[in-house]
């Protein structure tokens, strides 16, 4: 199930030291079973299961006001360790138009922590540059 993933990672022209790649919410859940996969600290306390998220990241994602959502991976993305598996993620970024006291609202019940404005780690390489008028927010559990 990880196979068009890892193929698309492999297609980007990633550095050490840039921002963390960002990818679609079906490349990052679509088959995927492994809970600590993303926000495992909050995995048994509180988050949703994996499913839950997908389900829920990809209303948001249908919401007119949002132009897209993407998985943040985790700065351990490419160690060996994750080259048969789903690469750690622990963030969800949110393009939208909407304020951020909405974008928290869509996040009720989730156990982030809440949204805060633009790339934590700069903007990665492979994210598109945000329609005008659209913020991007991310979402984090920590």
């Given amino acids: 199930m990880t196979q068009g993933l890892h193929t698309y990672l492999r297609s980007l022209d990633w550095q050490e030291g840039q921002a963390p790649p960002v990818v ?7 088959g ?3 809970e600590e996969s993303i926000a495992p600290n909050q995995w048994g306390d509180g988050r949703p299961a994996i499913a839950s998220l997908h389900a829920r990241f990809k209303a948001i994602a249908a919401r007119p006001e949002v132009s897209d959502v993407y998985v943040g991976l985790h700065w ?3 160690d060996l360790e994750y080259a048969d598996t789903f690469p750690p993620a622990d963030t969800v970024f949110i393009v939208t138009s909407a ?13 982030a922590d809440g949204a805060r404005e633009g790339w934590p780690h700069g ?3 492979n ?5 005008m008028g659209h913020h991007v927010y991310w979402v984090c559990w920590d």
């Fill in 123 to 125: 903007k990665p390489d």
């Fill in 127 to 131: 994210a598109p540059a945000p329609a």
């Fill in 24 to 30: 679609g919410l079906d490349l990052f859940f679509e």
């Fill in 99 to 111: 304020t951020r006291p909405q974008v928290e609202g869509w996040l009720a019940g989730l156990q």
């Fill in 76 to 78: 351990a993305w490419n």
């Fill in 32 to 34: 995927n079973e492994e």
